[in-house]
């Protein structure tokens, strides 16, 4: 058992803390946001995240999660000090540390014993040491700072902690290294290992899986996109590469590029991060540009199809950058929405769980149903933005009887091409064939 304290309730503070006293550590939860610690006090989760309002509950009852606003009490018995503060990116591209930097200075005035103070935030190469400078800056008292990166997929968060493919651990000083492997001993499985290095590399590690991943995604986005000009069919392609065991079937499905909170923040930071560096990351300059075109695939589509959208009328199936979460930030379905209203078209959302997000940035923009089918009234097509389980079996009956013409674009890929063309619509997807309705 161990004492951790964990600056920073936002998600990957809450899942890192939940996770820990989940396997039998105290965990005492700093925020300044006095409102949402008063909420978490009272077990309210406040972001969706399967099978985490479980752990919450459960470890809240037995009292080994805790919340407050007060560094100082919430460090004081703690022998470990997890950062897990917002990074987020300045105007161009580079994470901002003010609250890391911050909050070590706070450290440095508050310590009167030796401490394990973790970076769990993703920060550019070199921030360890800035830390470490900044709290040295304020104390002699002996600390180790540790780069701990998270590797944790949003709708998959509990799962990826509790189960890591592997936990990387940035730190040189020993002490710290039998205090992190003590505390990580009970996630680590055969084949599944804890990677000991430097601060530096391990800082680098997340930037790079992160980036390597979109990378993949973005490449194989080119591909789909090359298979619609000469007329093959991304589908066997993908199947014929990801069979190659060097390359994996994971990460290779083509769509409307890549979104939320990691990869479109991690991969411009990297690039920055070379810039800053004169190192020229030709490679993620392209990835970036690519998925920024990728974002509006699907207006290109729309286009073609109708000419002029002004007064059409467009029913979106899907909001949120990825299915499981409510998390709208760097959505491609934004991106489209934006294009569609710019050019005088209507929009008629459905989203199951990234409703509310979406009204608060867009308000009336465009509307909302509260149900899939609903969206369809009087619409000229379905255009599907998200693979949410809910839209993969529909009732084509409905969509035909309610939509104006029988006209799918679908950004994702949800349906087979040998099923849809039982179906009698228009679809159009992504680096496949396009399907005319039988007449
Ligand atoms: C990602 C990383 O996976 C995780 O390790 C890191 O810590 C945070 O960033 P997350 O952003 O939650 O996690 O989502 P992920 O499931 O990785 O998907 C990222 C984006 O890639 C989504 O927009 C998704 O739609 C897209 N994607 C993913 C594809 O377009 N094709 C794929 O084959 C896989």
Known sequence: MKNIAVIGTGYVGLVTGTCFAETGNNVICVDIDKEKVERLKNGEVPIYEPHLDVLFERNIKQKRLQFTTDLASAIKDAEIIFLALPTPPGEDGSADLSYVLGVAKDLGKLITEYKVIIDKSTVPVGTADKVTAAIKAETDVPF????????????????????????????????????????????????????????????????????????????????????????????????????DT?????????????????????????????????????????????????????????????????????????????????????????????????????????????????????????SYVENQYDALDGADALLIATEWSVFKNPDFNLIKSKLNSPVIFDGRNIFNLSDIQEKGVYYSSIGRQTILPKV
């Not at 075109?293 to 467009?314: E, T, V």
């Open 246 to 366: 060097r390359i994996g079937h994971r990460f290779l499905y083509p769509g409307i590029g890549f979104g939320g909170s990691c990869f479109p923040k991690d991969v411009s930071a990297l690039m920055k991060s070379g810039l800053d560096n004169n190192f020229d990351f030709s490679i993620i300059d392209a990835v970036l540009n690519v998925n920024k075109k990728q974002r509006i695939k699907l207006l290109d589509k729309i286009l073609d199809y109708f000419g002029d959208i002004k007064g059409k009328k467009f029913a979106l199936w899907g909001l949120s950058f990825k299915p499981d979460t409510d998390d709208i930030r760097e959505a491609p379905a934004l991106y489209l929405i934006d294009e569609l209203i710019n050019r005088g078209a209507e929009v008629v959302a459905f989203d199951p769980e990234g409703m509310d997000n979406v009204k608060k940035l867009l308000g009336d923009k465009i």
């Open 144 to 243: 180790a700072v540790v780069s701990n990166p998270e590797f944790l997929r949003e709708g998959y968060a509990v799962d990826d902690f509790m189960n890591p493919d592997r936990v990387i651990i940035g730190t040189e000083d020993e002490k710290a290294k039998i205090v992190m492997k003590e505390l990580y001993q009970p996630f680590i499985r055969d084949g599944h290992p804890l990677i000991f290095m430097d601060e530096k590399s391990a800082e680098l590690t997340k930037y790079a899986a992160n980036a390597f991943l979109a990378t993949k995604i973005t490449f194989m986005n080119e591909v789909a996109n090359f298979c619609e000009i000469v007329g093959a069919d991304v589908d066997k392609v993908r199947e014929g590469m990801g069979s």
